[in-house]
């Protein structure tokens, strides 16, 4: 596997992701890492540092010439604080996200770490840009850089203690399921404005907030079967999601019809997974006529659609990298602003309806404890972790997951232009009912096994 350089083109994948960026709306990968300990903060701004340095990519822009037809990875000057450091509580660890993403957006910087302290633990969040890396190779770049950075509670060296922004407190995750919040005038579907896929309803909040916030929460991990089979976690993630879709816009007296969901599936060729640096993932389209169908109705079909997803009987390159593909002709700069143009047109009639995504087993990184970082200084164990992924509007949501030690962490990231705190806490709620509601028949039918 090639090691990254800041000399390499820019593949067509990593161009789609990087165009698809708008100013408020930078496409990311995040982990939130909570640990039973707190982090050295010097060994980890050392850590980030010796990072960037072997990874050239890790500080590197797409540039080219007036007339160049294909981008180049070129480094940008270095700047910025690496490490952010905040106290607080989870309402903290949502505005550090979003400062770390807002600091990636543009390819500005192409990662950044922040910490926030929570007492006797720590909470890591690593914000990466989606042209660099995908999710597995964000989890290995969070796990090099925390085997770098020992229990021992030192204070801030390098590290800059940094106050992001506190929003308004936020209760524990995911109260217990209530009515869908009532029909206001900021739910009504947006004058003027094509509608494809099905929308989700709008619920925005104080007009002073902006960009993105987060929710996140842990459950034990759930079976179910379907009419077509065995469904995995992932089905179970994606046929949850679309139910709360629809029951989200019901509660808001808004019809639902076809629901899109975007998919990232692993696909391509794995790359360099020591280093963390490259796009392994494809994109999976999936679309499901909701009206008068039963969640296992829904789960079968989430069903049927991904065992022809994982047998290639479909096609994973997303639609933005086969335009790409088609117009490497054109100038680099000319195709750029071609491609935004369109995209900004487009977007709201073909952009799905919602992003599912699930990174997998993190326990072959995270899962046992006392392994030795560096100076023979044993880590912090991982007690939680969550990734994050962002969508633009007028998508605006996604909703994502890890699995650790056993446990499934959910998480749904929500642009503040669709949703307020509350709404996108009752919608991951719905998400999760959803999920234990799916997996009642089956283990109905395993009770009656062992009862017999």
Same mark, same amino acid.
């Given at each position: 596997?090639?090691?990254?350089?800041?000399?390499?083109?820019?593949?067509?994948?990593?161009?789609?992701?990087?165009?698809?960026?708008?100013?408020?709306?930078?496409?990311?990968?995040?982990?939130?890492?909570r640990?039973? $300990?707190?982090?050295?903060?010097?060994?980890?701004?050392?850590?980030?540092?010796?990072?960037?340095?072997?990874?050239?990519?890790?500080a590197?822009? @797409?540039?080219?010439?007036?007339?160049?037809?294909?981008?180049?990875?070129?480094? &940008?000057?270095?700047?910025?604080?690496?490490?952010?450091?905040?106290?607080g509580?989870?309402?903290?660890?949502?505005?550090v &996200?979003? =400062?770390?993403?807002?600091a990636?957006?543009?390819?500005r910087?192409?990662?950044?770490?922040?910490?926030? =302290?929570?007492?006797?633990?720590?909470?890591?969040?690593?914000?990466?840009?989606?042209a660099?890396?995908?999710?597995?190779g964000?989890?290995? *770049?969070?796990a090099?850089?925390?085997?770098? +950075?020992?229990?021992?509670?030192?204070?801030?060296? @390098?590290a800059? $203690?940094? $106050?992001?922004? $506190?929003?308004?407190?936020?209760?524990?995750?995911?109260?217990?399921?209530?009515?869908?919040?009532?029909?206001?005038?900021?739910?009504?579907?947006?004058?003027?404005?094509?509608?494809?896929?099905?929308?989700?309803?709008?619920?925005?909040?104080?007009?002073?907030l902006?960009?993105?916030?987060c929710?996140?929460?842990t459950?034990?991990?759930?079976?179910?079967?379907?009419?077509?089979?065995?469904?995995?976690?992932?089905?179970?993630?994606?046929?949850?999601?679309?139910?709360?879709?629809?029951r989200?816009?019901?509660?808001?007296?808004?019809?639902?019809?076809?629901?899109?969901?975007?998919?990232?599936?692993?696909?391509?060729? &794995?790359?360099?997974?020591?280093?963390?640096?490259?796009?392994?993932?494809?994109?999976?389209?999936?679309?499901f006529?909701?009206?008068?169908?039963t969640g296992?109705?829904?789960?079968?079909?989430?069903?049927?659609?991904?065992?022809?997803?994982?047998?290639?009987?479909?096609?994973h390159?997303?639609?933005?990298?086969r335009?790409?593909?088609?117009?490497?002709?054109?100038?680099?700069?000319? =195709?750029?602003?071609?491609?935004?143009?369109?995209?900004?047109?487009?977007?709201?009639?073909?952009?799905?309806?919602?992003?599912?995504?699930?990174?997998?087993?993190?326990?072959?990184?995270?899962?046992a404890?006392?392994?030795?970082?560096?100076?023979?200084?044993p880590?912090?164990?991982?007690?939680?972790?969550?990734?994050?992924?962002?969508?633009?509007?007028?998508q605006?949501?996604?909703?994502?997951? +890890?699995?650790?030690?056993?446990?499934?962490? *959910?998480?749904?990231?929500?642009?503040?232009? *669709?949703?307020?705190?509350?709404?996108?806490r009752?919608? *991951?709620?719905?998400?999760?009912?959803?999920?234990?509601?799916?997996?009642?028949?089956m283990?109905?039918?395993?009770?009656?096994?062992?009862?017999?």
């Amino acid at each position: 596997m090639r090691r990254a350089s800041a000399r390499e083109l820019v593949s067509g994948a990593e161009e789609a992701v990087w165009l698809s960026d708008r100013p408020a709306d930078p496409r990311i990968v995040a982990l939130v890492a909570r640990l039973d $300990a707190p982090a050295d903060l010097v060994r980890l701004d050392a850590a980030v540092a010796a990072l960037l340095r072997a990874q050239p990519r890790l500080a590197s822009r @797409p540039a080219a010439g007036p007339v160049a037809r294909r981008w180049t990875w070129e480094p &940008v000057s270095g700047g910025g604080e690496r490490v952010t450091v905040a106290s607080g509580g989870d309402a903290q660890v949502a505005a550090v &996200v979003e =400062r770390l993403r807002t600091a990636v957006a543009g390819l500005r910087a192409g990662l950044r770490v922040g910490v926030v =302290r929570q007492g006797e633990h720590d909470t890591v969040i690593l914000v990466v840009h989606h042209a660099l890396t995908d999710g597995a190779g964000a989890l290995k *770049l969070l796990a090099g850089l925390l085997g770098s +950075a020992g229990p021992n509670l030192l204070a801030a060296g @390098p590290a800059q $203690a940094v $106050a992001a922004p $506190a929003p308004p407190p936020v209760p524990a995750p995911v109260p217990a399921i209530t009515a869908a919040p009532a029909p206001s005038a900021s739910g009504r579907a947006r004058p003027g404005v094509p509608q494809g896929p099905s929308r989700l309803a709008p619920q925005p909040g104080d007009a002073s907030l902006s960009g993105y916030g987060c929710q996140l929460t842990t459950m034990a991990p759930v079976r179910a079967s379907s009419s077509a089979g065995p469904a995995t976690t992932n089905d179970l993630l994606v046929a949850s999601t679309v139910r709360a879709v629809e029951r989200w816009n019901a509660g808001q007296d808004r019809s639902t019809g076809r629901v899109v969901v975007n998919m990232p599936v692993n696909t391509q060729p &794995v790359l360099d997974r020591t280093s963390g640096v490259g796009n392994a993932t494809g994109q999976a389209v999936l679309t499901f006529d909701v009206p008068g169908r039963t969640g296992q109705q829904v789960l079968a079909a989430v069903v049927r659609q991904t065992q022809e997803v994982k047998t290639g009987r479909e096609g994973h390159v997303a639609p933005a990298e086969r335009v790409v593909g088609a117009l490497q002709w054109l100038p680099a700069r000319l =195709r750029a602003r071609l491609l935004r143009a369109v995209a900004r047109r487009v977007s709201p009639v073909l952009m799905p309806t919602i992003t599912v995504s699930n990174v997998g087993r993190a326990d072959a990184l995270f899962g046992a404890a006392g392994a030795t970082g560096a100076a023979g200084a044993p880590p912090p164990t991982v007690q939680a972790l969550w990734f994050l992924t962002t969508a633009g509007m007028p998508q605006g949501l996604t909703v994502t997951a +890890a699995s650790l030690r056993g446990t499934l962490h *959910l998480a749904v990231s929500y642009s503040r232009e *669709l949703f307020d705190d509350d709404a996108a806490r009752h919608f *991951l709620a719905l998400v999760v009912d959803g999920m234990v509601e799916l997996a009642r028949p089956m283990q109905a039918a395993q009770q009656a096994d062992v009862s017999r």
